[in-house]
T-cell receptor, first 116, second 113 residues
Framework: QQQVKQSPQSLIVQKGGISIINCAYE??????FPWYQQFPGKGPALLIA?????SEKKEGRFTISFNKSAKQFSLHIMDSQPGDSATYFC???????????????FGKGTHLIIQP | NAGVTQTPKFQVLKTGQSMTLQCAQD?????MYWYRQDPGMGLRLIYY???????DKGEVPNGYNVSRLNKREFSLRLESAAPSQTSVYFC????????????FGQGTRLTVV
């Protein structure tokens, strides 16, 4: 049972455009939703995260939109740059249980290519 | 500040061989994790250790064992490697807490032939 569904699997965006990646979750106990960015040969690194008590969080060109009733959240990358080309993973955790110490549930990832 | 260090970076095993993947963190984090990453599957949790002295199974624990040696170190052992265990393995650590970030190592690419 896949608890976090991510789409699309791959995405090509022109430089300067908006990249949008979507995720949906099933477990209503999830209360922490991070996005990770991974470059080839590297480990994932936290990009931005949101809690369900807010509907949007913005950090620079990166924005998370969160819809609690629909159990969906998305990552928007504004003014996409070639350096943003990477694999992006959404994830979810129940921080109410031991501070989330039982780990993250990841989506399957989106391979993003920004064409110059 | 090295963060999370994994050894080795690459390994080729024959079916049935055993090996231990090592992980150490220098951030004084209580929690440590082992994930595997397979193409099109995202990262899946193998085992985790919420704190020193405790370990628990994750989503895909079969064929693996772990040891939380101390607060810094968390090892993953394959007792009898199988081709299905060909994967990239990531160790991660985090502090407990609502917005705590998980930090990942660089990964170990394991091939079982």
């Amino acid at each position: 049972q896949q608890q976090v569904k991510q789409s699309p699997q791959s995405l090509i965006v022109q430089k300067g455009g908006i990249s949008i990646i979507n995720c949906a979750y099933e477990n209503t106990a999830f209360d922490y939703f991070p996005w990770y960015q991974q470059f080839p040969g590297k480990g994932p690194a936290l990009l931005i995260a949101i809690r369900p008590d807010v509907s949007e969080k913005k950090e620079g060109r990166f924005t998370i939109s969160f819809n609690k009733s629909a159990k969906q959240f998305s990552l928007h990358i504004m003014d996409s740059q070639p350096g943003d080309s990477a694999t992006y993973f959404c994830a979810a955790s129940n921080r109410g249980v031991r501070g989330g110490a039982d780990g993250l549930t990841f989506g399957k990832g989106t391979h993003l290519i920004i064409q110059p | 500040n090295a963060g999370v260090t994994q050894t080795p970076k690459f390994q080729v095993l024959k079916t049935g061989q055993s090996m231990t993947l090592q992980c150490a963190q220098d951030m004084n984090h209580n929690s440590m994790y082992w994930y595997r990453q397979d193409p099109g599957m995202g990262l899946r949790l193998i085992y985790y250790s919420a704190s020193e002295g405790t370990t628990d199974k994750g989503e895909v624990p079969n064929g693996y064992n772990v040891s939380r040696l101390n607060k810094r170190e968390f090892s993953l052992r394959l007792e009898s490697a199988a081709p299905s265990q060909t994967s990239v393995y990531f160790c991660a650590s985090s502090e407990a807490g609502y917005s705590a970030e998980a930090f990942f190592g660089q990964g170990t690419r394991l091939t079982v032939v």
